[in-house]
């Protein structure tokens, strides 16, 4: 059975850093795509982050700040955000694309399975 759970997500002040650790059950994340999103209040989810083999994706509003890794021995997947701006508060979730290729363009329709979320809040 499927199972992804987030964690790492609280309160920040801006300009901190948090680190986000996504860790699966009943699969290996290292066959899969794996994908990072956050879905603000009354916003669409979007795609922050994504990793598929030897393919990476940090979406344009989070490059040079944020980074996604895989550690496949301990079969998760961390997104170390740093510079935190206000706009970044969100719920963010880890999600696995079973199909493949979802890491290119990080998007959340290419994705089918999600863990429940992790909230992150970024203020003063």
């Known amino acids: 059975q499927l199972q992804l759970v ?4 609280g309160l920040v002040q801006p300009g901190g850093s948090l680190r986000l650790s996504c860790a699966a059950s009943g699969f290996a994340m290292k066959d899969y795509d794996i994908g990072w999103f956050r879905q603000a209040p009354g916003k669409d989810r979007e795609g922050v982050a994504c990793i598929g083999g030897s393919t990476i994706t940090h979406v344009d509003s989070v490059k040079g700040r944020f980074t996604i890794s895989s550690d496949n021995a301990k079969n998760t997947v961390d997104l170390l955000m740093n ?3 206000p706009e970044a508060s ?3 979730y ?3 694309d079973q199909s493949g290729g979802g890491s290119l363009y990080c998007r959340p329709s290419e994705y089918d399975y ?3 979320g992790t909230q992150v809040i970024v203020s003063s």
């Open 6 to 9: 987030e964690s790492g997500g």
């Open 114 to 116: 999600w863990g429940l």
């Open 94 to 96: 880890c999600a696995v």
């Open 90 to 92: 969100a719920v963010y």
């Open 83 to 85: 510079s935190l701006k």
